[in-house]
Nanobody
Framework: QVQLVESGGGLVQAGGSLRLSCAAS??????MGWFRQAPGKEREFLAG????????YYAPSMKDRFAISRDNAKNTGYLQMNSLKPEDTAVYYCSAGPQLTQYDYWGQGTQVTVSS
């Protein structure tokens, strides 16, 4: 099992920035991803990163404003979000799995609210 704990969410004004963190523990994994889910919408993939090599992969609409990174020494992943918009309001989840396209473990989520 992999345990994932997100932090860093909150309330921010439009145009602002937030950095989400995801602390991982337990068994090893090869990739970490970030997703979000807004009320009434399906969960949406944002970005993924290979844990050893650092290769990143983004949903096309996210690459300009969001940046994924990781600190192997801290076993923690990050999602830097800039130029936030009200439509970015959602619960943000980190996930871990064997590859960039497969995620088996999920955190509890952290709320991000962007006010206009």
């Amino acid at each position: 099992q992999v345990q994932l704990v997100e932090s860093g969410g909150g309330l921010v004004q439009a145009g602002g920035s937030l950095r989400l963190s995801c602390a991982a523990s337990g068994r090893t994994f090869n990739a970490m991803g970030w997703f979000r889910q807004a009320p009434g919408k399906e969960r949406e993939f944002l970005a993924g990163i290979s844990w050893i090599g650092g290769t990143t992969y983004y949903a096309p609409s996210m690459k300009d404003r969001f940046a994924i990174s990781r600190d192997n020494a801290k076993n923690t992943g990050y999602l830097q979000m800039n130029s936030l918009k009200p439509e970015d309001t959602a619960v943000y989840y980190c996930s871990a799995g064997p590859q960039l396209t497969q995620y088996d473990y999920w955190g509890q989520g952290t709320q991000v609210t962007v006010s206009s």
